[in-house]
């Protein structure tokens, strides 16, 4: 039998699933460079512990962040080595000659895709596909998506929010803003310098955010330690963050997510917002892990938010599922590329 694998290829994390054994690996979509050579020195996780620490002659880049997007070689690699890492050798890949399909974000440019195939195909697959992350989001949480019943899927990723009602099978209404996972680390970042007076790096900021991070009012309050440097002296400091301060360092790009559920709300055909107002909206991706951001579009729309049980790992089960529908599926939800 052919093997079946869904690469989930976000801008924060790529996973690989493969039918029957589940979700095989699950890494950030990080490449270090050589900027002198050009060589990939590290993938992945290695790659993810080199950012804000590597040499003058090393740059840890993400491929397919918004706006670095523009070498689309680096995306090939790292597709590569993933591939390699998870079937033990591009050899095995060949011998089995699996289907695959891969997911990408939303924003990728056509040059992007060509790459995602040329790479996916060169490393040894029988037949390439690529869906649009909200409809493998839906098929990764359950929802059975070739019925005519409208649902709504909000997918928070790093890069990009991905907003899309989907009925029969296909996409009927939909909107992609950049505000996502990455900007919340960046609008602490600018947080931290304008009221703290004090930098702090990528990484850090990414862990106050899972940590304090708040969309909607909390009714307890809650303190983080946190180590950055002093832009007036210069040097190492600690010091003591809140919740209530996060509320206010988030709320500008939260409330530009909720207005963009509103707003396709708005465009979406009565039947089908009748279907979500019942079933409620399904949030995906790890951005919707978010302290209160299901709270705040509940309130900004009054219909039921949810995350999706697996939020990380939903996109790429639903991928690789969506191989057995694809006769359920309508042809602009995916595109087959041999
Ligand atoms: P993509 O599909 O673009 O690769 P993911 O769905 O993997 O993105 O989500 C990545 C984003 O989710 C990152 O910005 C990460 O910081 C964020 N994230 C992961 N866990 C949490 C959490 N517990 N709270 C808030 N944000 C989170
Ligand atoms: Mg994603």
């Known amino acids: 039998m ?8 976000g801008t924060a994390s790529v996973l690989v699933y493969v ?41 840890a880049i993400r491929p397919l962040r918004e706006g670095v997007i523009s070498d689309y070689q680096v995306t090939e690699k790292m597709l590569k080595y993933f591939i390699e890492k998870v079937t033990g050798g591009v050899s095995m890949f060949k011998f089995f000659k699996p289907k695959v399909m891969v997911c ?13 195939i040329d790479a996916t195909m060169e490393a040894g697959a029988r037949e390439v596909f690529l869906i649009e992350e909200p409809i493998a989001a839906a098929i990764g949480a359950g ?52 009221n703290h007076s004090m930098l702090i790096g990528e990484r850090t900021a990414e862990e106050i955010k899972k940590t304090i991070g ?9 303190f983080m330690e946190i180590r950055g440097r002093n832009l007036v002296t210069g ?28 707003s396709v709300l708005e465009k979406t055909p009565p039947e089908l917002s ?7 909206i399904l949030m995906t991706g790890g951005g919707s892990l978010l302290w209160g951001l299901d709270k705040l579009i509940q309130k900004r729309t009054g219909i039921e938010a949810y995350v999706a049980e697996d939020t990380v790992s ?15 599926m309508s042809h602009n939800s995916y595109k087959k590329k041999y």
């Open 19 to 59: 039918k029957n054994k589940g979700i095989v690996m699950n890494e950030p979509s990080v490449v270090a460079i050589d900027t002198t050579t050009g060589n990939v020195l590290a993938v992945g996780e290695e790659a993810r512990l080199m950012i804000g620490r590597t040499p003058g002659s090393i740059i």
């Open 2 to 9: 052919t093997p079946e694998i869904g690469i989930d290829l």
């Open 314 to 328: 939903c996109v790429a089960r639903g991928t690789g599922e969506a191989l057995n529908s694809l006769k359920y």
């Open 214 to 222: 708040t969309a909607y009012p909390r009714e307890e309050e809650v």
């Open 104 to 116: 990408v974000p939303s924003g990728v440019t056509e040059v992007e895709k060509r790459a995602v």
């Open 143 to 194: 929802i059975e998506i070739s019925k005519p019943n409208g649902c709504m899927v909000v997918d928070v990723g790093g890069g990009t929010t991905d907003i899309a009602v989907i009925s029969l099978g296909g996409i009927v209404e939909s909107t992609s803003i950049k505000v996502a996972g990455d900007t919340f680390d960046e609008a602490i970042t600018r947080y931290m310098r304008k």
């Open 274 to 280: 009748a279907d979500i107002s019942d079933k409620g």
């Open 235 to 262: 040097l190492p400091e600690l010091r003591e963050i809140s919740s209530t301060e996060m509320l206010s360092a988030l709320k500008e790009c939260v409330v530009q997510i909720a207005d963009a559920v509103h």
